[in-house]
């Protein structure tokens, strides 16, 4: 067996060969890392608002019992997330079929849909049927987005960083704490996470933390808040997840429309990835990475936390740039396929 760079890893390791460029093996623990440290940490506060009065400056301490009272919904979201991250782990251990998977994370988001923790913005999302079909389809989009990008040392991890924070920032604007609070938790376990996930990477995200992630990201921005009733805000905040996910999207429909064509086996680890693109223009691989997650913001950008607050107009301009971007990314990803072609 070869040597593993990130010492014991109980089974859980991924060897050299396919399309991930590692030269031997590395853990695949790292998804569990990351759960376990937001759970834990999400769970001691837990705890702490049921058994003793925080220590909490005023300006929060009244948000306490709203806290309390959606405890059950974050319950339930942590609980099918976990659900998601034990897939994934049966996947990293097994390699069982991507249909699989997808079947398992559709019923799962299901699950939460009919829970009520669901879409309910304007007609015809009003509708429960309606606003469940969006709340599955983003879930579940999320969910893969996130697997897919789990392609370079340090990318998923650095990307879900970048939208937990942003994710948090756009929820904090509307006055909300629960969704800010469990991102910013996520967020501080990907941070330590991507110590040892950069190049080289001594552990790996696996399909497990990808699943958990993208799960946990999609469930809490469905969770949160983007417009409130009687208040001067813009409805165009409800926007703000679709900006702040317009790469990892983007990446998610590029690879998949790519597998239809081709009907490899590869799915969804194939060599279409844009961060691939990257590599094979001369890059290297924290380069490739850097560039992708830099991105993020800037797709979003940088607006989607304000977007509550502007008018059709500055919505129009902030869209039209994310938008204008992710035509650039389109552009390469054209230019690179003619080049592949004409070789």
Known sequence: ?????????????????????????????????????TVAALGLGALVLKFGPPPLP?????????????????????GLATAVMIIGLFYDLFETGWWFRLGAQVA??????????????????S???VGGLVTVLWVVGLTNAFTFLDNIDGLAAG???????????????????????????????????????????????????????????????VAGTYFRYGRDDSPSGVLSP???????????????????????????????HFSYRLLESGLTPPQAVRVVVSW???????GAPLLHR????????????????????AILETASIRRERAR
């Open 1 to 37: 067996m070869p040597a593993s760079r990130g010492g014991p890893s109980f089974g859980l390791d991924d060897f050299p060969g396919g399309p991930l460029r590692h030269r031997i093996a590395v853990p695949l623990g790292g998804g569990l890392a990351v759960w376990l440290a």
């Open 58 to 78: 005023g300006v929060i301490a009244r948000y306490v019992d709203g806290l309390r009272y959606r405890s059950g919904e974050m319950a339930l979201i942590l």
């Open 108 to 125: 799962l988001a299901v699950v939460l849909a009919a829970s009520g923790c669901r879409v309910t913005l304007f007609w015809p999302l």
């Open 127 to 129: 509708y429960p049927a």
């Open 159 to 221: 990307v879900g960083l970048v939208a937990s924070l942003l994710f948090a920032a756009a929820q904090a604007q509307m006055g909300g704490l629960f969704a800010p609070a469990v991102l910013l938790v996520l967020a501080g376990s990907l941070g330590g996470f991507l110590v040892y996930n950069r190049d080289p990477a001594r552990v790996f995200l696996g399909d497990s933390g990808g699943g958990f992630i993208g799960f946990l990201l999609g469930a809490m921005t």
């Open 242 to 272: 679709l900006l702040v996910m317009a790469v990892p999207l983007y990446e998610s429909v590029w690879v998949f429309l790519f597998w239809l064509r081709e009907r490899n086996n590869s799915f969804p680890r194939n060599r279409r």
């Open 296 to 302: 993020c913001p800037w797709a979003a950008g940088l």
């Open 310 to 329: 502007l008018d059709a107009l500055g919505t129009l301009l902030v869209v039209g740039q994310s938008a204008c971007l992710i035509g650039v990314l």
